[in-house]
């Protein structure tokens, strides 16, 4: 993927980052759906974020980086975050939190802020077939 006018140094870390995300996909699926959850919950609250708060509100929520995984694991989790389209860059920032190393810190603002949560019922429908008291629940997803 083709980033714009970054150098090939951060390139090259933005592909290592998309590759740290595969690999916590496919080792630790559950951290992902969590951290997902956790980061639409986040997401759904305010409307800017900054970089260093989703790995601050991932802790005070009970979840870890699993044992082994790089602490670039975080990050990898923003940019998942970006590619699906639920925050968009808008500067940088100093950071507020005090396990952050960087002198900088991204500013994301949600995409999905104010949204209704991800699985929620719109309709009851009675059911083909059935008794006139049955009823299936509808879900949407929000993708």
């Not at 559950?30 to 759904?44: I, N, S």
């Not at 860059?89 to 005090?98: C, D, F, L, R």
Request: glycine letters at 6%; hydrophobic letters at 40%.
């Amino acid at each position: 993927m083709t980033t714009g006018n970054l150098s090939p140094r951060m390139e090259n870390a933005m592909r290592l980052a998309d590759k740290c995300w595969e690999k916590v996909n496919n080792k630790h699926p559950e951290f992902v759906e969590r951290y997902l959850e956790l980061a639409e919950k986040l997401l759904m609250s305010k409307p800017e974020v900054l970089g260093d708060e989703f790995r601050e509100f991932c802790t005070r929520n009970l979840l870890f980086r699993p044992a082994g995984l790089h602490h670039n694991t975080w990050v990898s989790g923003v940019r998942a975050l970006k590619s699906i389209g639920w925050i968009v860059h808008q500067g940088y920032t100093t950071p507020t939190k005090a396990h952050n190393h960087m002198p900088r810190v991204s500013v994301w603002r949600s995409m999905i802020f104010g949204a209704a949560p991800a699985a929620q019922v719109i309709e009851e429908t009675p059911l083909v077939g059935g008794g006139s008291d049955e009823v299936v629940n509808h879900e949407i997803q929000n993708s």
